[in-house]
C-alpha cells in the first residue's frame, strides 16, 4: 500500500509539472486562459498630445471592446529614441509582435533581414478595399505589403497672421518675399523663423523642401532612389538657399539647441513667425490654450525663381505605419491587431476633423473640423507630387549621415558644394 501511495505521489508532481510547463508554454507564447496577449511598440508615449497620438490611444480603449480575447501590450518610446530601439531590438531578434515604423527606407532594411511579415493575405478579407489606393505604396517591395498606414502627411509653412499684418509683411509665396520677411521681423525683435534642430529632422525639411523647388519633385525622388545624382547644382543650390538663411539669421538663435516642442512652443505662444513643419502640428495649434488658432495660416513653401519645381510639389507623403513581426507568437491575433488599429486610428482622425485618413472613411461624421488642417487639404488640391522626407526614403546609415551633413549647414560647417558631394557618396 505504501508503494502504490509513492506512486500516486510521484505520478501526481509529475502531472503537476507537465500541466505547469504547458501553462508556462503557453504564457510565453502570447496565450493565458484563451487569451492571446500582443506586443505592440510605437513612438506614442503616454504624454504625448498631438492628434495621432490621441488617436492611437483611443484605438487602443476601443480594442478591448473590439478585440475580444485579445489583449494588447503597448510600450511607448519618444520618436528619436524609438528608431534607436526598434533598430536595436530587431538586430537581436528582440522584436514585439507588432511595432511602428516609418516606410521606404527605414523599414526596407528589416524586410531585407526577413524580420516582417508579408501581409496579403491578411488583407484579402475585404481589409484591402478599405484602403485608398497608394496609401501603402512606400510599403510595398517586390510586390509584396510589409505595413499598412494610417494618414498622409504633407509640411506647410505656418505663418502667424497676426505678426505679419502687424509689422506691414506679405505671407511669403516667393523666396524673394521670405528674406523680406526674415529681414523685417528682425528689425522688430521677432523670431521669424522657428526650427527644432536638436532633433535634426526638422532642420532637414527646409533643405529637402528647397530641393524640392530647385530641382523639382521627379529629381529629389530619382536622387533618393539611386537613378540620380545628388551632386548638381539644383542639389547645390539647395543646400546654399537653406545657408543664405542660417547667414541671415532667419532661424531662432541656438537652434541646434531647441528640440521640436521647444520650437512649436515659440510659434504657439506667438514669439516666432513662421513654422515649416507636417500637418500634425495643426492638432497642437487648436490644442493650445490660447487664441493662437485664429491667428496662423498654413501655406505652401516659397517658389525658387528658376526653380524646376513649383507650388504643386510638397514634402510628404504616406509613412508611418505598423508592421507584424514574422516571429511574432500568434500571426493572426497580430495581424488583427494591426489591421484595427491602423483603420481605428484613421477612422478617429476623421471623426475629430485630424490628419489625412489613407483608410475610407467616407462614413465618419466629424464632430469637429480643425480649421488649420481644412486649409491644408484645400492647400494640396493642385498637388502634382510629393517626396518623401529623406531620412526616411533613404536607409539606416545614410539617413543619419544626411542629417548630420544639414546640421552642419545650420552650423556653417560645410558648403553646399560639399553637402552635395557628399550626399551624393551615399548614392556610391
Known amino acids: 500500500m505504501q508503494i502504490v501511495k509513492k506512486v500516486w505521489a510521484l505520478l501526481l508532481i509529475s502531472l503537476l509539472g507537465v500541466s505547469s510547463t504547458f501553462s508556462n508554454s503557453q504564457k510565453e507564447a502570447g496565450t493565458e486562459n484563451g487569451v492571446k496577449t500582443v506586443s505592440v511598440w510605437t513612438l506614442w508615449t503616454d504624454g504625448t498630445e498631438d492628434v495621432n497620438a490621441v488617436a492611437f490611444r483611443k484605438a487602443l480603449e476601443s480594442a478591448k471592446t473590439d478585440l475580444p480575447g485579445i489583449v494588447i501590450e503597448h510600450d511607448g518610446t519618444a520618436n528619436e529614441a524609438y528608431k534607436t530601439k526598434i533598430k536595436t531590438a530587431i538586430a537581436a531578434d528582440e522584436q514585439p509582435d507588432v511595432f511602428f515604423a516609418w516606410g521606404a527606407g527605414f523599414v526596407k532594411p528589416f524586410i531585407d533581414a526577413g524580420k516582417v511579415l508579408p501581409l496579403d493575405e491578411y488583407l484579402a478579407d475585404g481589409t484591402s478595399d478599405r484602403i485608398k489606393g497608394g496609401a501603402n505604396t512606400n510599403f510595398t517591395f517586390d510586390n509584396k505589403t510589409y505595413g499598412l498606414t494610417f494618414t498622409q502627411w504633407v509640411a506647410s509653412l505656418y505663418c502667424n497672421q497676426e505678426l505679419f499684418d502687424k509689422y506691414g509683411v506679405k505671407i511669403p509665396e516667393t523666396y524673394d518675399e521670405l528674406l523680406t520677411a526674415v529681414d523685417v521681423f528682425n528689425q522688430n525683435g521677432i523670431i521669424p523663423i522657428t526650427v527644432g534642430e536638436k532633433d535634426l529632422w526638422p532642420g532637414m525639411f527646409w533643405q529637402n523642401a528647397f530641393a524640392i523647388r530647385t530641382a523639382g519633385a521627379d529629381a529629389s525622388n530619382a536622387a533618393l532612389a539611386g537613378r540620380g545624382s545628388f551632386d548638381t547644382p539644383d542639389f547645390v543650390r539647395s543646400a546654399q538657399l537653406l545657408k543664405d538663411l542660417v547667414d541671415r539669421n532667419a532661424f531662432v538663435e541656438g537652434a541646434l539647441g531647441i528640440d521640436y516642442n521647444e520650437s512649436g512652443a515659440l510659434l504657439l505662444e506667438g514669439q516666432a513667425a513662421m513654422y515649416y513643419m507636417g500637418n500634425w502640428f495643426a492638432g497642437d495649434i487648436a490644442g493650445h490654450d490660447s487664441d493662437i488658432i485664429n491667428k496662423i495660416v498654413p501655406t505652401?513653401?516659397?517658389?525658387?525663381e528658376g526653380g524646376k519645381g513649383d507650388n504643386t510639389q510638397y514634402l510628404g507623403g504616406s509613412i508611418d505605419g505598423l508592421c507584424v513581426s514574422k516571429t511574432a507568437t500568434d500571426l493572426d491575433a497580430a495581424t488583427t491587431v494591426a489591421k484595427y488599429l491602423m483603420e481605428q486610428v484613421s477612422r478617429n482622425l476623421a471623426e475629430a476633423g485630424e490628419g489625412i485618413p489613407t483608410w475610407k472613411t467616407d462614413d465618419v461624421v466629424t464632430t469637429k473640423e480643425n480649421p488649420v488642417v481644412k486649409q491644408v487639404k484645400e492647400l494640396i488640391t493642385n498637388s502634382t507630387?510629393?517626396?518623401?522626407?529623406?531620412?526616411?526614403?533613404?536607409?539606416?546609415?545614410?539617413?543619419?549621415?544626411?542629417?548630420?551633413?544639414?546640421?552642419?549647414?545650420?552650423?556653417?560647417?560645410?558648403?553646399?558644394?560639399?553637402?552635395?558631394?557628399?550626399?551624393?557618396?551615399i548614392n556610391k
Open 300 to 304: 505652401r513653401f516659397p517658389t525658387i
Open 385 to 425: 507630387g510629393y517626396v518623401l522626407a529623406w531620412d526616411t526614403f533613404l536607409e539606416g546609415a545614410d539617413a543619419d549621415d544626411h542629417k548630420n551633413y544639414v546640421a552642419e549647414l545650420f552650423g556653417d560647417t560645410i558648403s553646399a558644394e560639399d553637402f552635395a558631394k557628399k550626399m551624393q557618396e
